[in-house]
């Protein structure tokens, strides 16, 4: 989504011949679902409507439609029948418009929108698996807001990914709107359990996770028991974080591992 507004923040400097290219309706197993978009140039794609032979086709399409400088065409895919080789099952109705100044209005109007409800996600600690889950988390559509003193651990930043290079760790916790996810791995297993229990005190995120072992989760969890901290909250808690059975303990396998757990808790939290 990042990519269509950059694309269309040149487009407005720039201007040339574009392709929207937006699934409008879907029945049944289909690639993208309604509102999917991109945008075709003639040498190059920004977004997806989910590829395969569905894409290829409206890809195939849209650079048509620029050479014949046609305004507009509407076309039905039934995924399974002739007209795609694609076998989803379903039915989707896609448009395929030119870009307009108004046009473009609109979809960064939606795109602003979209980016705006994003949930948010806050990842307190840099270091190397805080660096491998930044460039993992980074494209999911999620507000990842990083958290740390130390500004040499964060090293390259992912675009997109807001930085705050502070201790003041505090504000920002409670500034986290309802619904959204913290992940814990700083240095410091003291930080790391003040950090876990403001969240958990919370009551109202829609993830808190913990890199760990399970030794520390069984320290952690009886002293915030001594804090009166309710047995509910407490299984709220999720670490070792990125537990799936999988004994691989190289920063970019756990970004991996975590990264799948992110996407049940905090973008899926009701499935």
Known sequence: MQEVAGVLQHWHRHPEQLILVRVTETKGSTPRETGAFMLVGTSFLAGTVGGGALEYECVSQARQMLCQHEKLRENEFILGGQNTNQCCGG???????????????????????????????????????????????APLPLRLIWIDPRAEEFGNVPPGVETHITNQWEALLRAAPVGAGVLVLTPSHTLDALIVEAALLRNDLSYVGLIGSATKRRRFEHSFRQLGIEEARLQSLICPIGERGIKDKRPEVIAALVAAEVVEHVLHPSQ
């Open 91 to 137: 039915w989707a109705r896609v448009r395929l418009e030119r870009v307009t100044p108004d046009l473009a209005r609109d979809l960064e109007n939606n795109i602003r929108h979209q980016l705006e409800a994003r949930p948010t996600l806050l990842m307190f600690g840099a270091g190397h698996v805080g660096r491998a889950l930044a460039y993992a988390l």
